[in-house]
């Protein structure tokens, strides 16, 4: 991508040409949420302006309007991740609903004492509490794969942690807080070899990797629209179709339903069983015009751009003193995450944001990741296709001054 192209490509986010603090924004905290393109706030606002109405109850054309939009996004979804079929596209809220679906439906139903439910290290703290929870009821266990000093997985480890007992390995396809991209392929590959289902919280990918759910081979993967450019309060979770008819439902209501009686319920078919109640419509169809904006960009040139730049900013934070870098992953995306000698996350995230810069600290939902690094949090900062070599050279010029004048 030229400077002219990624110039045209930024224009379409109005949120970035704002002045922060009397400065330019410099937005660098992806990994918490993307800001949205025009033809996703116009994709919404027409939405509610011309076709809003509920969906599958089509007795007239606006319901019958907003039912198809409803639906093609789920095909958008569906082609962007390269499932095989549109109905393994079950909606939610975003990644932490799709993972409790499917603690709460799978696992509830299907754990027993003693199963074995293995998730790791770095996992966002949405993959790692809904497991607990359904752990404390069946009397599950949890087994961790460790993490090697750079912050990848310690893959023998992992290994060596799967048996007969395991029933399910979930793990992030990318991690948020120190951007490690997990060998997703390899650890579905041996979780299968034991006979066990596979959980992809991707979440910190779709926005940064091509997804290919098949390739990966998992039984489920999840991900949220807003760190997609797309709307908040939309989600995706992708299972597998014999998988997902044996779940039990997991919310009850309206839409999930074939026939109701006080004598008994018999459930819809896939997705509608998952879906109780009005749906997010105009977020589904936020969701599809973010993936027609990723699309229509070339996904893999955005890939190109956003890892090419991921390597300058590594690069320069190297150069600033006194700066720590936190995790040195083989593979990294979206993220990264470093630490200034004698400075207060807290305090350096207030100086920059004086500037306009926005990044994040703390734990990043990953509490059990930074206990096991022995620190309390770090900053991060976190690239979207939208930013390029200016930001990240004013980020590195107030991280100078910063280390210069503690
Ligand atoms: N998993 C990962 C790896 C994440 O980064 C996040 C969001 N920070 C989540 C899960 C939860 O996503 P959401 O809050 O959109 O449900």
Not at 145 to 170: C, E, F, H, Q, W
Request: a negative charge; glycine letters at 8%.
């Amino acid at each position: 991508m030229n400077q002219q192209q990624h110039g045209r490509l930024r224009s379409q986010f109005p949120a970035l040409a704002q002045k922060v603090n009397g400065h330019p924004l410099i937005y660098l905290d992806n990994a918490a949420t993307t800001q949205k393109p025009q033809r996703v706030l116009e994709a919404i606002a027409r939405y509610y302006s011309t076709d809003n109405a509920n969906v599958h109850r089509a007795a007239h054309a606006l319901s019958g309007r907003a039912t198809l939009a409803f639906e093609s996004a789920r095909e958008t979804v569906a082609r962007f991740i390269k499932a095989p079929r549109p109905q393994e596209v079950i909606w939610t809220r975003g990644t932490t609903e799709a993972i409790n679906l499917v603690a709460q439906s799978w696992g509830l139903s299907e754990l027993q004492a003693g199963d074995e439910i293995v998730l790791s290290t770095l996992e966002h703290h949405a993959n790692i509490v809904p497991w607990q929870l359904v752990a404390q009821r069946t009397g599950a266990l949890i087994r961790v794969i460790p993490l090697d000093k750079n912050g990848d997985l310690d893959m023998d480890a992992y290994l060596g942690l799967l048996g007969t007992r395991t029933r399910l390995v979930s793990v992030a396809h990318v991690s948020n807080a120190l951007g490690t991209v997990n060998p997703v392929k390899e650890i579905v590959a041996a979780a299968k070899a034991v006979g066990a289902l596979t959980l992809i919280d991707g979440a910190q990918a779709v926005a940064h990797l091509e997804v290919d759910v098949q390739a990966i081979g998992c039984d489920f993967y999840a991900f949220s629209g807003h760190k997609l450019y797309g709307p908040t309060g939309i989600g995706v979770l992708w299972g597998r179709t014999e998988l997902l008819e044996r779940m039990p439902p997991w919310q009850a209501g309206g839409e999930m339903i074939d026939r109701v009686s006080f004598a008994g319920t018999t459930f819809n078919v896939l997705p509608f069983k998952f879906e109780a109640g009005t749906p997010h419509i105009a977020g589904a169809i936020g969701l599809a015009s973010a993936i027609d904006f990723i699309t229509d960009l070339d996904k893999a040139e955005l890939v190109r751009h956003e890892a090419a730049l991921t390597d300058y900013l590594v690069a320069g934070l190297r150069q600033v003193p006194g700066l720590r870098l936190i995790g040195e992953p083989r593979q990294r995306a979206g993220a990264v995450s470093f630490l200034l000698d004698d400075i207060h996350p807290q305090d350096a995230a207030t100086l920059l944001d004086m500037q306009g810069i926005a990044l994040r600290v703390g734990h990043h939902c990953a509490m059990p990741l930074m206990e096991s690094l022995g620190i309390g949090g770090t900053m991060r900062a976190s690239l979207a296709c939208y930013n390029d070599r200016d930001d990240v050279d004013a980020l590195l010029a107030a991280l100078h001054k910063l280390s210069d004048f503690f």
